[in-house]
């Protein structure tokens, strides 16, 4: 059965594709099976397969990967469903901030030769996570947000007066890196004195990335800005090619690696005490919740309503993020045919 999920549009001055911002009237239908969903990509002819939780890698001989982005949607430490077009806006998303920061740092981008692939340089990933804030905001253990409530105040290497609210703006944007876990372990708050006492990275490596990543941010707010939102954080990923260079990796700025919010409504919704109004994308993770114990129990059969209004939301926020209208493949070819067809001068 084929559906329709409905995204709001509206048309922009005539040099600029078409945007959507949030309560537009207009609809567009864009054509939704199960037939379309990417959720597994498994391609015999390429090697050195990895899968992650979101995305297919494989590793060629040359030194490039190929990363693919399904639609799997991750929580709970594993994928819980799949949402149309996901993995599209997430590549296509990131294409885009690629493009517009490209002049700040190196990234490794290669090719796209498909809407849910990138080619990229394979890089030595740095053991730290890179996380910019403008915001006191957050929800997980190592968010400002949530230390702040706990009484710390001297966060990151920052130190934080008495007094603010809960998702105020902070004076000015600050990194926040962690630790990165493995095996099952949770990531841990880091200074940068931390960061150089355990010679996780040298001087030179951290200046240098922590100069990117301010500027980065200072870019994706300024391009946020004009499109009517808020970009309250974010995280970044940074590597080091043959020659030492700190190279920009995996995504930037796509609904998955930042919190965004609405700039219209968020001053009232301050005073208020309220949450920040966003692209709400926990229809399904907050459905699931409320059913079963995820991590230990099945995951019931998720509404086809839910997963549609995820897929709209993913839609929108790329719409919204980039001002360009989504653009799906084709039907008439089945989403791993197509992308083995354009992956196939890489076998």
């Known amino acids: 059965m084929v559906r329709a999920v409905h995204i709001a549009t509206k048309p922009l001055r005539a040099t600029q594709p078409e945007s959507v911002a ?7 239908s864009i054509p ?5 969903t990417i959720r597994d990509v498994t391609i015999p002819e390429l090697p050195n397969h990895y899968r992650g939780k979101v995305r297919e890698n494989y590793d060629l001989p040359d ?3 190929i990363i693919i982005a399904t639609d799997r949607l991750s929580a709970f430490d594993r994928a819980i469903a799949c949402i149309p077009y996901k993995g599209q806006v997430l590549t296509q998303t990131a294409r885009f901030c690629f493009e517009q920061t490209a002049d700040i740092c ?6 796209y030769p498909d809407p849910n692939v990138v080619v990229g340089q394979r890089l030595d990933i740095l053991p730290v996570e890179i996380v910019v804030r403008g915001y006191l905001a957050g929800t997980t253990g190592t968010s400002i947000l949530t230390m702040y409530k706990q009484g710390q105040r001297e966060m990151y290497g920052t130190r934080f007066p008495d007094g603010l609210r809960d998702n105020e703006a902070l004076p000015q944007a600050i990194i926040t890196p962690t630790s990165k876990a493995f ?3 949770h990531d841990e708050p880091l200074s940068p004195a931390e960061i150089l006492e355990q010679c996780l990275l040298t001087a030179a490596q951290w200046e240098t990335l922590s100069d990117y990543a301010l500027k980065l941010f200072a870019r994706g707010q300024k391009i946020a800005a004009e499109r009517g939102l808020i970009l309250a954080d974010t995280k970044y990923e940074f590597g080091t090619d043959a020659e030492g260079r700190i190279i920009l ?3 930037i700025h796509t609904p998955d690696s930042s919190r965004y919010w609405f700039a219209g409504s968020y001053p009232e919704r301050l005073a208020k005490g309220e949450k920040p ?12 919740a409320a059913r079963c114990d995820p991590y230990h129990e099945p995951i019931p059969a998720i509404p086809d309503e839910l997963i549609e209004q995820t897929s709209q939301v993913y839609i929108r926020a790329f719409e919204t993020i980039t001002g360009r209208a989504f653009v799906p493949p084709a039907a008439d070819v089945a ?3 197509r992308i083995r067809r354009n992956l196939a001068r890489y076998f």
């Open 277 to 288: 109004e966003s692209f709400d994308k926990d229809f399904v993770r907050n459905w699931v």
């Open 106 to 111: 190196p990234n490794h981008v290669l090719d």
């Open 22 to 28: 949030p309560g537009d009237p207009e609809l567009t």
């Open 63 to 65: 030194g490039r990967r």
């Open 249 to 251: 990796a995996d995504e």
């Open 183 to 185: 095996d099952g372990g």
């Open 32 to 36: 939704m099976s199960e037939a379309n």
């Open 335 to 337: 989403p791993l045919e």
